[in-house]
C-alpha cells in the first residue's frame, strides 16, 4: 500500500510539471492507476471467499464461477482447486469434480481430506480402482481416521471384493466399536460370501447398537430371505415396517417372505397396504384455468408421474378434464391448494367433469388406490401371486395386468403375468413374459411348464435340467403345485 501511495505521488508530481493542458489524459492516466492501485489492495483470495459464501448458500452455479476466476488469476493454488472441485462436486457434476479435486492432490500430495474428496468424486463416475488408490493415500496420512476406512470399505463392496472389505471393516470396528453402520456393512459382505452365521451375527450387533433404524432389520430379513428362511425374515420386515409405517418398500417385502410361507391371506394385507403407500391420487395432476380445476400432464412427467397419469386413465380421468364439482361442491374459483386438498384428502372422491366433444357432465367416483405410482407394480405383483395360490384368477390377472403395465420392467410385474397367463392356458404369452424374468428359479419352473403343456417336453426338460438340484423343491420355490404338466 505504500508503495501504491509514492507511486501516485510521482505520478501527481509529473502532472503539475507537464502543465494543465493535458489534463483530460492526465485524467485517463489518473483512473488508470486508480485501478491499480485496489487491484493491489485486493486480497488474493478474496473471489474464493465469495465462492464460498455463494457455496454455503447451495448457489452452486455462482459459486464456481467465482473459484474459476480464482483459478484463472492463481492456477497453482491449491485451495483454488479444490473448492472448484468441492463446487462442482456438490452440483453433481462429478467428471469436473474429478479434475480439480485431482489437482489440487497434486499440489498438495500430503493433505488426507482432498484425498478423501478425490476418493468421493471418483466413486460417483463409477472409478471404483482410482478411489481406492486415492482413499489408501489418505489413510496412509490419517490411519486411525474411521471415515477414510469406511470409504475405503464401500469401494471394496462396489468391486467385489468382500475379503478386503472384511479387512477394513474390522478395523473400522476396532476404532469406532459402537458403529452400527460398520457392523451392518460387514453382515452384508458376509452374506454376499453366503456366510449366513457371521453375517446373522453381525446385524444383531447392528440392531443393538441402533434398535431403531428400520433399515438394519430389513438387511438382516433380506439375508434370512435368501438362506430360506421366511419365517425370520418376515419378523425382520415387520419390525422394519413397524418402526417406518409409511415405507412401501418394507411391506412389500413382508408380502413376499408370507407369500413364500403359503400365508396368502397375510401377503395381500402386506401388499394392500403397501400398495395404499404408493397411491398419489389426482393431486400431481390438478391445475387451475379459467378459475377452474383441470386435469394436466405436470411439465416435467417422471416414470411415476406418467405411471399415474396411465393410472388415471383406467380410472376414467383424461387429459384436459375440467372438474366442476368436487363431493357435490363447486369448484369455480377454488384455488390449487385447495381443490389438491380436496382430492387427496379421503379414499374415495365424488367428482363431477366436463370433457370437451360430450354436452353432459360426467359423474366419477374415484378410489385412491386406483391412481398409483410405478413403485406399486411390486406389491401388485406379490397381491397376484397370493391370489393365483387362492384360486382367484380373475382378480390375480387384473392385478399382474395393472403391475405390468406400471412397469413391464419389473421382473416381479413379468413373473405374475407369465404365472396368470399360464394359468388361463395362454403358454405362448407366459414363455414370452417369464423367459424375461433373470435369476428365478420360480420362474424356470413356470417357464419349463408352460413348455410342457405346449408339448415341447424337450425344451421343457431342458429348462428344468439347468436349475440346481437343492433349487428343485416346494420350500424353495413358490407355486411348486404350478409345475405339473
Excluded at 489524459?25 to 488508470?32: A, E, R
Excluded at 394392500?272 to 391420487?281: E, R, Y
Amino acid at each position: 500500500m505504500r508503495t501504491s501511495k509514492k507511486a501516485a505521488d510521482n505520478f501527481l508530481g509529473k502532472i503539475n510539471i507537464l502543465g494543465v493542458g493535458n489534463m483530460r489524459l492526465y485524467g485517463i492516466l489518473l483512473i488508470v492507476l486508480m485501478t491499480l492501485m485496489i487491484a493491489s489492495c485486493t486480497p488474493p483470495n478474496v473471489d474464493r471467499n465469495i465462492g464460498r459464501a455463494y457455496l454455503g448458500e447451495k448457489d452452486y452455479d455462482a459459486a464456481i464461477s467465482e473459484f474459476k476466476k480464482a483459478v484463472s488469476k492463481e492456477p497453482y493454488n491449491v485451495y483454488n482447486h479444490f473448492w472448484l472441485g468441492k463446487a462442482y462436486y456438490d452440483k453433481g457434476r462429478y467428471k469436473d469434480a474429478v479434475t480439480h479435486l485431482k489437482k489440487a492432490t497434486e499440489l498438495q500430495p500430503n493433505n488426507a481430506y482432498h484425498l478423501l474428496m478425490l476418493g468421493n468424486a471418483y466413486m460417483k463416475t463409477q472409478q471404483y480402482q482410482d478411489a481406492i488408490v486415492a482413499l489408501k493415500k489418505a489413510i496412509g496420512i490419517e490411519p486411525t481416521e474411521s471415515v477414510f476406512l469406511r470409504e475405503l470399505s464401500y469401494c471394496y463392496i462396489k468391486v467385489q471384493n468382500y475379503d478386503e472389505a472384511i479387512t477394513v471393516l474390522k478395523r473400522v470396528i476396532e476404532l469406532n466399536p459402537d458403529s452400527d453402520t460398520a457392523y451392518n456393512n460387514l453382515g452384508y459382505v458376509y452374506g454376499k460370501k453366503k456366510q449366513y452365521d457371521k453375517a446373522f451375527k453381525a446385524f444383531r450387533k447392528a440392531i443393538v447398537i441402533n434398535p431403531q433404524d428400520p433399515t438394519l432389520y430389513s438387511n438382516y430379513g433380506h439375508f434370512l430371505s435368501e438362506k430360506r428362511d421366511c419365517v425370520g425374515a418376515a419378523e425382520q420386515y415387520k419390525k422394519a415396517a413397524s418402526l417406518q409405517p409409511t415405507n412401501w418398500t418394507y411391506l412389500s417385502k413382508l408380502a413376499d417372505a408370507y407369500y413364500k410361507q403359503g400365508r396368502c391371506d397375510d401377503a395381500i394385507e402386506a401388499a394392500n397396504k403397501a400398495i395404499g403407500l404408493n397411491a398419489i391420487g389426482l393431486g400431481p395432476y390438478i391445475f387451475i384455468e379459467d378459475n377452474y380445476p383441470i386435469v394436466k400432464a405436470p411439465t416435467t412427467l417422471t416414470p411415476t408421474l406418467r405411471a399415474g397419469l396411465e393410472s388415471a386413465k383406467r380410472a376414467g380421468i383424461e387429459t384436459g378434464d375440467r372438474i366442476i364439482k368436487i363431493n357435490g361442491q363447486l369448484t369455480e374459483g377454488w384455488s390449487i391448494e385447495k381443490a389438491i386438498k380436496s382430492v387427496i384428502s379421503s379414499k374415495y372422491v365424488n367428482i363431477t367433469i366436463q370433457r370437451k366433444g360430450l354436452d353432459m357432465p360426467i359423474e366419477k367416483v374415484i378410489k385412491k388406490e386406483s391412481i398409483i405410482s410405478q413403485e406399486a407394480s411390486n406389491p401388485l405383483a406379490l397381491r397376484s401371486l397370493a391370489l393365483i395360490e387362492k384360486g382367484k384368477h380373475e382378480e390375480a390377472y387384473k392385478d399382474a395386468e395393472h403391475a405390468y403395465s406400471l412397469n413391464s420392467s419389473d421382473g416381479w410385474a413379468q413373473l405374475a403375468l407369465g404365472a396368470s397367463n399360464l394359468d388361463q392356458g395362454r403358454y405362448d404369452e407366459a414363455i414370452k413374459l417369464l423367459s424375461q424374468v433373470k435369476g428365478s428359479n420360480t420362474a424356470r419352473i413356470l417357464e419349463a411348464t408352460a413348455y410342457a403343456r405346449k408339448g415341447d417336453f424337450k425344451r421343457a426338460v431342458d429348462i428344468y435340467s439347468a436349475i440346481p438340484e437343492e433349487k428343485l423343491s416346494p420350500e424353495n420355490v413358490p407355486l411348486w403345485s404350478d409345475r405339473t404338466a
